[in-house]
C-alpha cells in the first residue's frame, strides 16, 4: 500500500507556472503508474497526465505542451510542472496511484489517492 501527499499548490496569475509534488510512502512510485486529475468547481474530476513505470508520458490535450509530468525515484515524488497556466487550470490537483502497467488515463484503475491541492489561476 502506499500513501500520497501532493504540495505545491496556490494561487497565481495567468501565465505563471507551479510545480506540484506528490511525496509517497509505503512504496517506491517506481512501483505503480502514476497519475494527475483534477477537479474544478462544479466539474467532474477529469485527467491531466499520467507516468507509467517504463517512464513513458501522456497528457491530456488541454494540458499538453504546458503541463510535464516527471519522477524522481530517490526522492520517491512525483511531479507536476505547470507552465503558461490559465484561469481554466483552476481545480483541485489529486496525485493517484495505478497497479496497472503502462499508460493509464480513466480514473478506476487507480488505487490510492491523495488529498489533492488546490491551485487558482487569476486574470
Known amino acids: 500500500q502506499v500513501q500520497l501527499v501532493e504540495s505545491g499548490g496556490g494561487s497565481v496569475q495567468a501565465g505563471g507556472s507551479l510545480r506540484l509534488s506528490c511525496a509517497a510512502s509505503g512504496r517506491t512510485v517506481s512501483s505503480y503508474t502514476m497519475g494527475w486529475f483534477r477537479q474544478a468547481p462544479g466539474k467532474e474530476r477529469e485527467f491531466v497526465a499520467t507516468?507509467?513505470?517504463?517512464?513513458?508520458?501522456y497528457s491530456a490535450d488541454s494540458v499538453k505542451g504546458r503541463f510535464t509530468i516527471s519522477r524522481d525515484n530517490a526522492k520517491n515524488t512525483v511531479y507536476l510542472q505547470m507552465n503558461s497556466l490559465k484561469p481554466e487550470d483552476t481545480a483541485v490537483y489529486y496525485c493517484?496511484?495505478?497497479?496497472?502497467?503502462?499508460?493509464?488515463?480513466?480514473?478506476?484503475?487507480?488505487?490510492?489517492w491523495g488529498q489533492g491541492t488546490q491551485v487558482t489561476v487569476s486574470s
Open positions: 493517484a496511484a495505478s497497479l496497472r502497467v503502462g499508460i493509464t488515463t480513466g480514473q478506476a484503475p487507480y488505487d490510492y
Open positions: 507516468i507509467s513505470r517504463s517512464r513513458n508520458t
